[in-house]
Nanobody, 121 residues
Framework: QVRLQESGPGLVKPSQTVSLTCTVSGGSVTSTAYAWSWIRQPPGKGLEWMGVIHYDGSTYYNPSLKSRATISRDTSDHQFSLQLTSVTPDDAAVYYC?????????????WGQGTQVTVSS
């Protein structure tokens, strides 16, 4: 049973950086069978895919966020992180990490519970 849990500061000031970590239990971010993603959901809006990191460390991002988002792996094999720079109030959302299954038909088979990020001065 794989478990994912987001962590990081819930409050960040405008123009600063959101830094979140996803801790994976019962799995490894270096497994070739899966990839690992960040998704967010602003209040009252739909889910927005942010990006993904693969077992070899390669990354892909939503084009709308590519200039500001960075996904990386921890030195361990059970954590990966998100940094989102130059944040504005529009970046306030619940942020989720999720595991991606099937390279041909990608879908999320496991999610964290989500963590609220508030942007305020």
């Amino acid at each position: 049973q794989v478990r994912l849990q987001e962590s990081g500061p819930g409050l960040v000031k405008p123009s600063q950086t959101v830094s979140l970590t996803c801790t994976v239990s019962g799995g490894s971010v270096t497994s070739t069978a899966y990839a690992w993603s960040w998704i967010r959901q602003p209040p009252g809006k739909g889910l927005e895919w942010m990006g993904v990191i693969h077992y070899d460390g390669s990354t892909y991002y939503n084009p709308s966020l590519k200039s500001r988002a960075t996904i990386s792996r921890d030195t361990s094999d059970h954590q990966f992180s998100l940094q989102l720079t130059s944040v504005t109030p529009d970046d306030a959302a619940v942020y989720y990490c999720a595991r991606v299954e099937d390279v041909l038909r990608p879908h999320f088979d496991s999610w964290g519970q989500g963590t609220q990020v508030t942007v305020s001065s």
